[in-house]
Structures are given as structure tokens and as C-alpha cells.
């Protein structure tokens, strides 16, 4: 009786060691050792095969807050096996291993990239049927009906196929520089103007795009025309303002008659920036993240 207790509590700390080793591994740890192109090629019969740029597209989906499980849908979270593991390559093989109701692989590998891709306006990606589509305008001269070389060299004997690279949409996404300011036209009658400081907010406080832009794709950017604005509730607008700075109902704090200038240490808490902590970050005083709480002026506070 007494091995068997020491047997059984021998297997569940190993248990409890293997969970708790699973539990460290951390979203980064996955984006470092995720490969960076995958070469697709159970086609390769009928088409030269598919270089797919895989950390040319995590890591943009990861800053979007993304996870790995929008294509990954039913893997545990540390392990993600091919779609092939889970998709028929072929048609006729047993229902019992692949169900009726589940895509092949080539219609999982499709469905995936055309529910993301498929929102661009980029000519390789038109979706709509040319007979939707009103005569003799921009929309229709513009028109290209759905071009599968734009991923897919089709093989031709006795010929290199070749992709244009110019027309090659999953590039790695450059780093991106944030506008000064952005100033909003509301309709509060104390105070219209709403003026959002963008470039300080992130480069002064730290906070990451994903801080604030929690939903979004590609598309929401790229493509032809303006990115779109979309629609949002007052609750929601203020919802990413309020997350951070708890005003308790002081409008005028953000609601001006006119555009704020940059933030002012010395107008704002009383207290200059001499010439050794003007180019700091906040975060180097005021440790805890997005709470910039008044602090003690004395030297020593931070300096012991």
C-alpha cells in the first residue's frame, strides 16, 4: 500500500511539473521558434509549390492580437500540427480518419487565406462577380477576376514558371512611425475639440498598438482608398480613454475649444525637467504602467 502511494504521488508531481513547464512557454517563446516559410506542395503535380511567408504574417497578427488559434483552431495551445494532419490530401480517403463535414486540404489552405485576403482591394484579390458590378466605372475598369498565380506558378513544360514579385503580398510589414497628433470635431457643447497626443503616447508612455487597437486586419489599411473609419458608440469611443485616465466625469480635461499643444511637464504637475531628465521616458520615474501618479520631488526618492 505504502508504494503505491509513493508511486502515485511520484506520477502526479511529474503532472504538475509537466503542466507548469507547458505554462511558461510564453507567446513570444512560440513567435521565435515559429518557422518563417512553409514551401506548400501537395499540389505540386498541377502547380509549382506555394512559398508561404508564415512569420511574415504572425508577426503582424500577433501585434493585432491574433492568436495562433485563427488558424491553429483545434491544436492545444503549445503544439501545431500540419493541416494535413487534420485535412484529406485527397478525396476518397476513410470517412472514419477524415468526416464528411470537415474540408480537404486544399479547401482548409483556401479558406484560410481568402477569409483575410479577400477584404483587400488588391487586383489579385477580386471577389466580386464582374455582373454585380455597375458599367463604365472606376470599380469595373479596375476589375481582375480572381487570379490564382498570384500565389499558385502554374507548371508549363519546358518552361520556369515565375511569380512577379512586385505583386507579392505577404512581405514582412516595415515599422511604423505614429502621427504627431490627431485632432477630433465633436458635438459637446463645452468644449468641441478633442485633441489626441499619438506620437507621445507612444514613445513617452509606452503603450503598444495593441494597447488600444485590439481589433483590426490588414485591411482595415491596405487597399485602394482611405482606410475605413467604421461606426463606433460613445461608450466605445471613450471606453480606450477612460482605461487609463480615470477622469470622474472632468469633460473639459480632453473636451477644448482648441487643439492641445504637446505635453508640458512643468504646466502640467508644477515641476520642470532640467537637462538630465528631459529626454527620459515617464516609465523611468513612474514605474507602474499606464498610472503616472504624482511623485515625491526629493532627490533621493529615486536616487539612493
Not at 517563446?29 to 511567408?53: A, C, H, N, W
Not at 471606453?239 to 473636451?255: D, F
Not at 538630465?276 to 504602467?289: A, F, G, V
Amino acid at each position: 500500500m505504502r508504494r503505491i502511494i509513493v508511486i502515485t504521488t511520484i506520477l502526479l508531481a511529474f503532472c504538475f511539473y509537466a503542466v507548469a513547464q507547458k505554462e511558461n512557454v510564453t507567446k513570444e517563446d512560440i513567435l521565435k521558434k515559429s518557422p518563417g516559410i512553409l514551401v506548400i506542395e501537395q499540389l505540386s503535380t498541377q502547380y509549382v509549390p506555394v512559398r508561404f511567408k508564415h512569420k511574415a504574417h504572425v508577426q503582424p497578427m500577433a501585434v493585432m492580437g491574433i492568436e495562433c488559434s485563427h488558424c491553429h483552431h483545434y491544436s492545444s495551445p503549445d503544439s501545431f500540427p500540419p493541416c494535413r494532419k487534420c485535412h484529406s490530401q485527397t478525396k476518397g480517403e476513410i470517412a472514419s480518419k477524415f468526416p464528411l463535414d470537415r474540408p480537404g486540404l486544399e479547401g482548409a489552405y483556401h479558406r484560410k487565406c481568402i477569409s483575410c485576403h479577400r477584404e483587400w482591394s488588391h487586383p489579385n484579390f477580386s471577389f466580386k462577380k464582374k455582373s454585380l458590378i455597375k458599367r463604365n466605372t472606376k470599380e469595373d475598369k479596375n476589375f481582375h477576376d480572381i487570379d490564382c498565380s498570384a500565389c499558385h506558378a502554374k507548371k508549363v513544360a519546358g518552361e520556369t514558371a515565375k511569380i512577379d514579385v512586385t505583386e507579392d503580398v505577404d512581405w514582412e510589414h516595415p515599422a511604423m512611425e505614429p502621427e504627431d497628433k490627431k485632432v477630433y470635431t465633436t458635438n459637446y457643447q463645452g468644449g468641441q475639440i478633442v485633441t489626441f497626443l499619438h506620437k507621445e503616447h507612444v514613445e513617452l508612455f509606452e503603450i503598444g498598438c495593441v494597447d488600444c487597437h485590439k481589433e483590426g486586419n490588414c485591411s482595415l489599411c491596405h487597399g485602394e482608398g482611405k482606410p475605413r473609419e467604421g461606426t463606433k458608440s460613445e461608450l466605445e469611443i471613450h471606453k480606450s480613454c477612460v482605461s487609463c485616465h480615470a477622469l470622474e466625469n472632468k469633460c473639459q480635461q480632453c473636451h477644448t475649444n482648441t487643439a492641445k499643444q504637446g505635453f508640458d511637464h512643468e504646466q502640467r504637475t508644477g515641476w520642470p525637467l532640467g537637462e538630465h531628465h528631459q529626454n527620459l521616458k515617464c516609465s523611468r520615474c513612474h514605474i507602474t504602467k499606464g498610472k503616472f501618479t504624482k511623485l515625491e520631488t526629493e532627490c533621493d526618492v529615486c536616487h539612493k
